[in-house]
């Protein structure tokens, strides 16, 4: 069966190789050292004879940087080997563990993963849109299906607006996010009025990709639809990075806007984020268990401290109605008069 490999750099913070073709088209290279390798492989054997085991399914050393997972599905003997989250990271899997999972499912775990390893190097991920206006970084958080893309893509009409993330952002510890751009869904890209011929073609074609990449390895006798072709198309700016002074949090409710402190803002976006992002999966919780000289809260205390930085040194802004374009309007219209007066925007209480 032909090998396949895939790179990605994430801003030279974190790279990963992986034999199956995961779904950050934006940062494949051609070839990278990594900090994690994530291989599908038909099938691998551990020999448990002198491991603990713990619980139903999982066996491990003591403090031996190592958590491996075999159990029977219907037929199947499924089967997972986590090692050294602190370093140079390996996870294996065999077609059985892979194919009995669902891709949302899967999607988790590895975003799980990546969240970890972008701790361990003082980073964080964040459930959260971004855009730049002007130099200034703005942060757009909300539930999965408030308006999040649409709002984002409605933003970006202006041209003094760069985009960063529809979904997910990176952060550092000094107040900066860095884009993370995902192709986005045709219904939202219509709705926000971004669907053009091209756009359509080259969405349509990304959106088939997206699809056939579920089978291992047939991705590689597909032409390649990267994320930054669709924005190219969608005549959208990407931008790299940018320090972070304005919070936006949305929601469905009626609608009015209010400037809120920083206390209230931290805890709703925080809340958001432990929501959206998921909770560990099990092989990591159990992987801690054992090498529990390594603390995983100290980590988890990190992800608070990187986004009570960003909330610290930003404006905050909470934003409800029930119609998706109100939050761009309000947003737009805050961005453009504080950097001239403020106080001519209405203020809905």
Partial sequence: MLKLQYYYDFHGILKVRSNLDLWF??????????????????????????????????YGIENGNLIYLE????GFRTRALLKNLQGKTEL?????????????????????LLQLKFLIKGYSLLHSACISYKDEG??????????????????????STCYLSDDFIILD??????CLPRLINYRTLKFAGYLNKKSKNLFQMGKLRTIL???????????????????????????????????????????????????????????INKSELGRLSDMIYMYFYLNSKKDLNDLLN?????????????????????NPNYFSEIIYSILKNDSNDNTNIIHQV
């Fill in 25 to 58: 088209n934006y940062f494949k290279v051609d070839k990278c050292d990594y900090d994690l390798d994530i291989k599908l492989l038909k099938d691998f054997n551990i020999k448990t004879n002198e491991y603990k085991k713990i619980g139903l399914y999982y």
């Fill in 71 to 74: 159990n029977k599905i219907g």
């Fill in 92 to 112: 294996l899997m065999n077609k059985a563990y892979y194919y009995t999972r669902l891709p949302i499912s899967f999607h988790d775990f590895i975003n799980s």
């Fill in 138 to 159: 703005v942060l757009i958080s909300a539930f999965a299906d408030t308006g999040k893309t649409t709002t984002v893509l409605r933003c970006l009409k202006n041209n």
């Fill in 173 to 178: 510890g000094k107040g900066y996010a860095y």
């Fill in 213 to 271: 990449t579920e089978i291992p390895f047939i991705s590689a006798y597909l032409g390649p639809i990267d994320a930054k072709d669709i924005y190219k198309a969608l005549d959208v700016s990407i931008k790299d990075k940018i320090k972070i002074t304005k919070a936006f949090i949305i929601e469905n409710s009626q609608q009015r806007w209010k400037k809120i402190n920083k206390t209230l803002a931290f805890q709703k976006i925080l809340y």
């Fill in 302 to 322: 990190l992800e608070e401290n990187i986004l009570s930085e960003v909330v610290k040194n930003s404006n905050c802004y909470l934003i409800e109605s029930r």
